[in-house]
């Protein structure tokens, strides 16, 4: 059994939306100083790296895991800038997120995605990086069957799989009509051939953590049928589609919805069920979960209540259920 290590994306080290983003000194301290993280997720702009650098061996604070998103047909050299800047970093793990559409405007296919994720796989062995292939809306993982039919075309060229799991964008799906219409899932559902309920057998996060793929983790809460994020707007004027619900109850007027803390169940359940499958499988690859509290516009834009402090009291969660699970084994 590995050791399981908590970090945190930088992304989410900030208070509310009136709070500037901190420097990355101060990001790294207030990390360090909150004395729950074990390191930090980002993958930084070229004119950040020597800072994250410094900071990282001032605090004492790996930056462990990183991540960026691509499209296929201009992601070559994007691959390499970014895989040459983990090495650097001392980064393990590459979270990668591939669009569903390609540059030419057409929807990238199973074979479209295997490929990418073989060119990635050989060139992370090249710089000593784990390509991580992330569940992700608007990816062409938000339909959710594809993730295991290439999964199972990438064993099958003899290559392992691994993936990043962020079930929030699974959850926020369950009880929730319109969602379950992005990549006719819902009709999925219908047949019983898609289970996204984590308490019901055969569901599709513990179909992708039983098959061993699971190399990282995004921890961020959210709820079947996630509130909208109605204070984050998209350019063409949408509403934020809502993959993200506080953890720990916000102040009076800082959550514009009645916050349950019951809601939270199913996606601590899948937290649960990867912590043991890692406990009890000795070829489990899971190394780390970042938590992921962020402000764009699908997730936290315009919040009130902290990120930060969600990040913090969700990884207090973790890792006291992670000693639990532990003591139980």
């Avoid at 993730?147 to 964008?169: C, I, P, W, Y």
Wanted: charged content about 30%; hydrophobic content about 35%.
């Amino acid at each position: 059994m590995s050791v399981l290590e908590f970090g945190i994306q930088t992304n989410g080290i900030k208070h509310t939306h009136e709070d500037p983003m901190p420097n990355i000194d101060k990001r790294f301290h207030m990390v360090k100083e909150s004395g729950v993280f074990d390191y930090v997720d980002k993958t930084p702009e070229l004119s950040e790296i020597e800072e994250f650098k410094k900071c990282s061996r001032k605090y004492q604070l790996p930056v462990k895991a990183g991540g960026w998103f691509y499209k296929i047909g201009e992601h070559r050299e994007l691959f390499k800038k970014n895989f040459k800047t983990a090495k650097e970093l001392g980064s393990s793990i590459h979270n990668t997120q591939i669009l569903s559409t390609k540059s030419n405007g057409i929807l990238a296919t199973d074979l479209d995605i295997r490929d990418v994720y073989l060119e990635a796989y050989d060139l992370g062995c090249k710089y000593g990086v784990t390509p991580c292939f992330e569940v992700h809306v608007n990816m062409w993982s938000e339909d959710f069957l594809r993730v295991s039919r290439v999964g199972k075309l990438v064993e099958e060229a003899g290559v392992e799989f691994n993936m990043t799991l962020d079930h929030s964008h699974v959850i926020f799906k369950i009880n929730n009509p319109k969602e379950q219409k992005v990549f006719n899932i819902d009709k999925q559902i219908l047949s019983g051939e898609l289970v996204l309920d984590p308490f019901s057998k055969r569901n599709v996060v513990e179909e992708w953590i039983n098959f061993g793929w699971v190399r990282h983790c995004h921890a961020r809460s959210a709820i079947p049928n996630n509130p909208l994020n109605i204070f984050g707007k998209h350019p063409d004027g949408s509403i934020g589609r809502g993959i993200q619900y506080p953890f720990k109850e916000p102040k009076v007027n800082d959550y514009h919805e009645k916050w349950d803390i019951n809601l939270l169940e199913p996606w601590k359940e899948c937290i649960r069920t990867l912590m043991k499958y890692h406990l009890q499988d000795k070829k489990s690859k899971l190394g780390q979960i970042s938590t992921e509290f962020i402000p764009n516009t699908d997730y936290g834009e315009g919040c009130k209540y902290s990120l930060f402090e969600q990040s913090v009291e969700c990884t207090k969660w973790m890792k006291d259920t992670w000693n639990k699970i532990k003591d139980n084994y």
